[in-house]
């Protein structure tokens, strides 16, 4: 709805007032740096990894600064405690043998010592439906030119209580990852309200458009909480597409942390998000085959 | 009784004195339309008194003869001497106007002190031949734009909706058309305001020391009075533009008793782009109209009415539908008991709606329509108990109702049923009261007073919901709905009420000066729910609720006015104000005020302070005409939750403002107008560090500053001429027709002015500046009257 009324306000701003863009230099302090913990791990049987960096300037060129002399320590409610080792880029990993480090069902616990701080962070892991399958069909553009692919995931929501999902799309080796491409679910469409409970997962959600013939497509379908849902929201909030987005965009807010510091001085508080996740993923190269279809009607 | 409790009231008016009354009607000689704002003064009495919106005047005198002196701007000055020793006396006056601009020098020989003598303060008042003289976008003179550079008075930016008045905001401007309250004064996002000057006979801004015949805003009253027909004889004029045109007729329906005025205007810039709009963009329409009437009925010496109403609309289509506009309907009675005591009754009906879909009846199709509407009875009554006291008093009830979205959804199964899914949000209504007494009093022969009370009631009422709403997890978090209970029809939710005193005073210093004060407290029960950079037609409002508490302002200004010149024709003032309010809303940072039925649990309250001091010159008489104004203001907000519970400019604070609007009758047919406009740029919050959490850009702001830095300062300048049309042609005759050509550029210069700027994350973050008129605007437009 607004991007409807965004259009409009463009459609008449471009077209007859000469509307411009322009790069321009604001006077503005600068703000304190703050470490961050981006800690996202899973079951997949990878190497699981947790990055601490800092925030720097928005303006300017710094260069990312990578904290390597921390203490990473994973524990779940059983006792078992996972020491993650420093590799590179301030990234410290714990490589899985034959058990996944993450189970469902179980609840975690991050620790992370640095400079003489402790900052904690909590995250429980959910269950996760598997996919079944990936259908596509081609089609023609309805804008003319050249048909092209749809493909969508067979996958249907875990009944019971609302569950909460990250759909992430990889595209010949791409993972599409910028704040639009980020896909949210609850039970498997846009939020509590849709009534989707136990059903397979809806259009927006499970399909993607535009592919071409021998993509190879992968689907990954994350359990997540209803917490780590707000912090994507935020995160999205914050994107601003263009200036008319800009013009009525709410204030940007800073996202929300699940990161506990010991001390509360704004220095010494660190930001990020821990999330532990079960996976289910599917693969699917698009080679012409007409007894595909997709679930829905087409153009 | 009602006399009575007067007396009791106002111990002054039972001082006895052989006085007689003056009183009647001046109106215009060319069109019997009543003028409004006439200087009526009694030579040797050292009393004057100022037509009303009706042209009404009333002196009180001492027995004796006077000449009674009729002076009005852009008139020939009448005096009449009349006897006033044995019996009241009727004097209706008509006033011709001047033969021709230059002469306004010749016509003004006189004293123009109304600025230091009246008790009015914080108000200017421009007639439209002022508003015309301003250089305006494309070439259409508008009200709203031109009251934009008065003091004290700001916007958001170019192509903003609505305006600011004294650190307000726009949803705190009561806007009057003809009494009825309109909620959106804005076509094209702001470019335009909705009011066609062509039907407008007055428009009067008060900021301060607001009577209190006036409420329900906190800020400012913008009171635009529409014309009435020409009672005498059949006229039309309009014009033809580069964006619209416009039509207006007027004419008897009774020969000097009743008359009608149409008025109408539409965009075409749709027509005019289409050649130039291709594939997606060719079924692109987008323009706006709107249709102003007033009716007018001469019942008989006692007894008045006129009707007028309003219908306006801008629509956008391009694929989608996306349509908002008001409705405005108002009667009104004036009766006439006698010299002394009238009365308004006054049947308000105001509708703001908006529309927004997508291929309304097809799969997939989605339709919003949100809707404000009020319904209103005000009956007032104005006593002129004496030459020392002038008492209005009166009561206004209005039911609100609220429909914040109507929305349908369209699905398709699998045989291609369309079928309709209702996702509305439920209704509000609230009920909201008052009853108002003022009295101006002459003091002395010097001081005037006038002080007045309004206490107001608001009732939230069914049908609707109440919500009651527990704590939030953290501060950012929306409230929780703990309990929901369904009320029935105009079921009582919450009370409200409020008493809001009102006082002014004037003291004279000398003869070319004085010092005036006041003091308002003003209550609101109606929110402009709106939290992104700039309010945009979507925004709802939203009725007082058990969860939203009224808005109050207390407001104290203070101020000098003085007259210099030769004929004192030139007027300065400088006012200072202090405003402090309560109640006033943010918003928690994901917010959603669309579709959510629970967008109180998402509100935050606090309080604000606004100040400054604002100077003023203006010149209405000789060749050079105009203003000069400065503004030097803070206006800020304090929200427990947002800049660390700190005050924070507002979005709309501009701590400096200047403007000038000057104008040149160059010869008789040529007259030259320029504008000048400096604001400080807007305040934005900005984030000022940023990181990557899974490959994903996110900004921090550590200090959880708010409104942390500024655009750059908007300034612009604008240049008009306008060759007036010969009213005779070579034979002497009167043309049936005169035109007059109006030629502008409007932001000569080609300032690019920012109306937001916004931070481009990435590899080389920068700040980006949007600007929506990025060049010069040059325009023609072509008025003619018949």
């Not at chain 1, 992430?168 to 009534?195: C, M, P, R, W, Y």
């Not at chain 2, 997890?473 to 029809?489: C, G, I, M, W, Y």
């Not at chain 2, 009582?492 to 009102?502: A, G, M």
Request: charged fraction near 20%.
């Amino acid at each position: 709805m607004k991007k409807i009324f965004l259009t409009s306000i463009v459609l008449f701003s471009v077209l007859f007032l000469a509307s411009c863009e322009k790069e321009i230099t604001i006077d503005i302090e600068n703000g304190e740096n703050q470490l961050v913990i981006d800690a996202f791990l899973n079951d997949k049987l990878d190497t699981q990894m947790i990055q601490l960096t800092q925030t720097k300037p928005f303006f300017g060129k710094a260069l990312p600064i990578f904290i390597d002399d921390a203490v990473v320590k994973l524990e779940d409610n059983l006792g078992n405690t996972y020491n993650f080792n420093y590799y590179k880029e301030g990234k410290y990993i714990w490589v899985p043998s034959t058990e996944a480090l993450i189970i469902g069902g179980r609840t975690y616990d991050l620790t992370v010592q640095y400079n003489g701080q402790t900052y904690t962070a909590q995250s429980y892991a959910n269950f996760v439906p598997q996919i079944d399958s990936i259908n596509y069909q081609k089609v023609g553009s309805p804008f003319g030119g050249d048909s092209s692919y749809i493909a969508e995931m067979v996958v249907v929501d875990l009944p019971g209580q609302p569950d909460y999902y990250w759909v992430k799309t990889t595209i010949n080796d791409t993972l599409q990852n910028t704040s639009d491409d980020l896909v949210i679910s609850v039970d498997g469409a846009f939020n509590e309200q849709s009534n989707n409970d136990g059903r397979p997962f809806i259009v927006p959600i499970a399909a993607n458009f535009g592919l071409r013939e021998n993509d190879v497509i992968i689907k990954e379908v994350w359990s997540i909480n209803p917490e780590t849902r707000r912090f994507f929201t935020e995160l999205q909030n914050q994107s601003i597409e263009g200036a008319l987005g800009a013009l009525f965009a709410t204030p940007i807010a800073n996202v929300r942390t699940n990161i506990v510091s010991s001390s509360s001085d704004p220095k010494l508080k660190a930001i990020g998000w821990f999330s532990v996740s079960l996976t289910s993923i599917a693969t699917q190269k698009l080679i012409f085959n007409p007894s595909k279809r997709v679930s829905f009607s087409t153009f | 009784m009602k006399k009575l409790l007067l007396l009791l009231l106002f111990p002054t008016l039972l001082v006895a004195q052989k006085k007689y009354t003056v009183s009647g009607v001046v109106s215009d000689a060319k069109n019997g339309e009543p003028l409004i704002g006439v200087f009526v003064s009694a030579k040797d009495a050292n009393q004057a008194v100022i037509t009303d919106f009706k042209g009404n005047y009333s002196l009180t005198l001492p027995a004796n003869t006077y000449s009674i002196i009729f002076n009005y701007a852009g008139y020939e000055q009448k005096i009449v001497e009349v006897d006033l020793k044995q019996n009241d006396t009727k004097l209706n006056i008509q006033l011709v106007v001047e033969a021709t601009q230059l002469n306004v020098v010749e016509i003004t020989a006189k004293k123009r002190d109304e600025n230091i003598k009246s008790i009015e303060m914080s108000s200017v008042e421009l007639s439209i031949k002022e508003i015309e003289k301003v250089p305006a976008f494309l070439g259409e003179v508008d009200i709203v734009r031109s009251i934009q550079s008065l003091p004290g008075v700001t916007t958001v930016g170019e192509g903003a909706s609505g305006f600011n008045v004294r650190g307000g905001g726009i949803d705190q401007n009561l806007i009057l058309l003809d009494e009825a309250p309109v909620y959106n004064s804005s076509h094209l996002f702001g470019f335009f305001s909705v009011f066609n000057p062509d039907a407008v006979k007055s428009v009067k801004l008060t900021k301060g020391g607001i009577p209190s015949e006036y409420g329900g805003r906190l800020s400012s009253i913008l009171d635009v009075k529409l014309k009435e027909g020409n009672a005498e004889k059949f006229t039309g004029q309009g014009g033809i533009g580069s964006i619209f045109s416009r039509l207006t007729i007027e004419a008897p329906i009774v020969k000097n008793k009743s008359s009608l005025i149409l008025a109408g205007r539409r965009s075409y810039i749709d027509v005019l782009a289409k050649p130039f709009l291709s594939g997606d963009l060719s079924d692109t329409k987008f323009y706006f109209y709107d249709f102003t009437a007033k009716f007018n009925y001469d019942i008989n010496e006692k007894n008045k009415i006129y009707y007028s109403g309003y219908i306006g609309r801008d629509a956008f289509n391009a694929g989608f539908f996306f349509n908002w506009g008001n409705t405005t309907s108002t009667v009104r009675w004036k009766h006439i008991y006698n010299d002394k005591l009238f009365s308004d009754v006054s049947l308000i009906y105001s509708k703001y709606s908006y529309e927004i879909g997508v291929n309304e009846n097809g799969n997939g199709g989605f339709k919003s329509v949100g809707n404000v509407i009020n319904y209103s009875i005000k009956p007032e009554w104005t006593y002129y108990a004496n030459e020392k006291n002038t008492v209005r008093f009166g009561v206004q009830s209005t039911v609100y109702q609220f429909q914040p979205g109507i929305n349908r959804f369209n699905v398709a199964d699998s045989d291609g049923n369309i079928s309709t899914v209702d996702f509305s949000q439920r209704n509000r209504f609230g009920w909201e009261n008052a009853i108002f007494v003022g009295n101006e009093q002459k003091l002395t022969d010097q001081i005037t007073m006038q002080y007045g009370l309004r206490g107001s009631h608001y009732a939230f009422i069914g049908s609707g919901f109440r919500y009651d709403l527990g704590d939030r997890a953290t501060p950012v978090d929306s409230r929780v709905v703990l309990n929901q209970q369904e009320f029935k029809d105009f079921q009582i939710i919450q009370n409200y009420f409020n008493l809001e005193p009102r006082f002014s005073i004037k003291i004279p210093v000398d003869s070319v000066s004085s010092i005036k004060a006041s003091y308002n407290r003003m209550a609101q029960y109606i929110h402009l729910m709106s939290n992104t950079a700039a309010a945009t037609p979507l925004d709802i409002y939203s009725p007082t609720t058990n969860n939203i508490k009224p808005q109050l302002a207390d407001q104290f200004a203070v101020g000098y006015f003085r007259n210099f010149g030769k004929n004192l024709g030139i007027e300065t003032s400088v006012e200072v104000y202090y405003k402090f309010l309560q109640n006033q809303i943010g918003y928690i940072p994901t917010a959603e005020l669309l579709f959510n039925d629970f967008y109180e649990a998402d509100l935050l309250f606090g309080r604000g302070r606004a100040y400054g001091a604002e100077f003023f010159v203006r010149k209405n008489t000789g060749k050079l005409t105009g203003w000069i104004s400065y503004t030097l203001s803070k206006t800020e907000i304090k929200i427990p939750t947002i800049n660390n519970g700190e005050y924070y400019p507002q979005r709309f604070d501009r701590p400096h403002v200047f403007n000038f609007v000057l104008s040149y009758a160059l010869t008789k047919r040529w007259e030259l107008s320029s504008n000048f406009v400096y604001y400080t740029g807007v305040p934005v919050t900005f984030s000022t560090n940023r990181g990557e959490i899974q490959g994903l850009p996110f900004l921090q702001n550590p200090s959880n500053s708010f409104n942390n830095a500024r655009v750059p300062d908007f300034h612009r300048w604008d240049i008009s001429a306008t060759l007036k049309g010969r009213e005779v042609n070579k034979k002497g005759n009167k043309k049936w027709l005169t035109g007059d050509w109006v030629f502008s550029v409007y932001n000569v210069y080609n300032r690019q002015n920012a109306f937001t700027v916004y931070l481009r994350p990435g590899e080389q973050p920068a700040a980006i500046q949007y600007s929506i008129i990025g060049s010069i605007v040059p325009a023609v437009t072509y008025n003619f009257k018949f």
